[in-house]
Each structure stands twice: as structure tokens, then as C-alpha cells.
């Protein structure tokens, strides 16, 4: 009977450990050549903001997120288009596990900017672990969707 417990014990064990770790995104927000300090980052889970902070000084950020979860981080100034990342730090076939670190530099653009249209795409974006051994995938494919729908609406 104690044995039937120790492997139903390590089997739970196992379970919760399958996707620990962390997924650290880091990078600086900038505008053309100049970075932005006190971008304002917002986490949310699940319908839920978990983590609010904001970047440098010097325009860098580090955001730590749990594996295991889906999470949509905004990145907001006054005056600035909010931009927009879907995380998927979770993977449907396999447990993940581990640290991973991506290097996630965004551009803001003005709202007030005369050219906006022409260089602005659609503040959305996806990141996500296709294969654990390659680590996260910034989806270029995703944001070529996104502006062409964007493009559609606009029409």
C-alpha cells in the first residue's frame, strides 16, 4: 500500500513540476532612434491584471512570467498606439520546463504622428514555444495576418 502512494505521490509530483520555470521577455522600447522611458506594462491572466510596472529610465524592461500560461502583455503611453503581445508560455503536446529569455524590443509610435498610417502596424503580436529545445517564436506570420485584416478594415 505504501508503495501505491509513493508512485501516485511522485506521478502528482511529476505533474506539477512538468511546466515550472520561466519564460524572462526583456528589451527596450523605443521611438525611431530615442528610447521611452515609463512605458507603462500591464500582464493580464486569465481576464485579470497579475503585474503592472512600467520601463526605465534608460527605455528597458524585464518581465518574469511563470510557464504554464497564456498571458497578454500591453505595453501604453499617453500619446503613444498601445501595442499588444499575446505570450503562450504553455505548449498543447508537450511539458515545458526550464528558463527561457527573449528579447523583445518594440517600437511606439505617436498617435499624433503624421505618417502613422503608412508605418503602424496593428498593435498585436504573438510569441510562443513551437519546439522547447528552439525556445519562443516571435509569429512574423501572425503579424503579416493581423495588418492585412487591419488593411481590410480600413478599406
Do not use: C
Not at 530615442?34 to 520601463?55: C, H, L, M, R, Y
Amino acid at each position: 500500500m505504501r508503495t501505491l502512494l509513493s508512485i501516485t505521490a511522485l506521478f502528482f509530483a511529476s505533474s506539477l513540476l512538468a511546466q515550472t520555470g520561466r519564460l524572462t521577455l526583456h528589451g527596450r522600447m523605443v521611438q525611431g532612434n530615442n528610447t521611452i522611458p515609463a512605458v507603462s506594462i500591464e500582464v493580464i491572466k486569465d481576464n485579470q491584471i497579475i503585474f503592472e510596472g512600467a520601463s526605465q529610465k534608460n527605455g528597458s524592461y524585464k518581465i518574469d512570467l511563470p510557464l504554464g500560461s497564456v498571458y497578454n502583455v500591453a505595453f501604453l503611453k499617453e500619446g503613444f498606439v498601445t501595442k499588444q503581445v499575446g505570450v503562450i508560455a504553455t505548449h498543447p503536446e508537450e511539458d515545458i520546463s526550464g528558463m527561457y529569455f527573449f528579447q523583445l524590443d518594440l517600437e511606439l509610435f505617436k498617435v499624433d504622428s503624421a505618417d502613422m498610417e503608412e508605418k503602424v502596424l496593428p498593435p498585436v503580436a504573438k510569441l510562443y514555444i513551437k519546439e522547447k529545445a528552439k525556445g519562443f517564436t516571435y509569429d512574423k506570420n501572425y503579424v503579416k495576418w493581423v495588418a492585412e485584416r487591419f488593411e481590410e478594415i480600413e478599406e
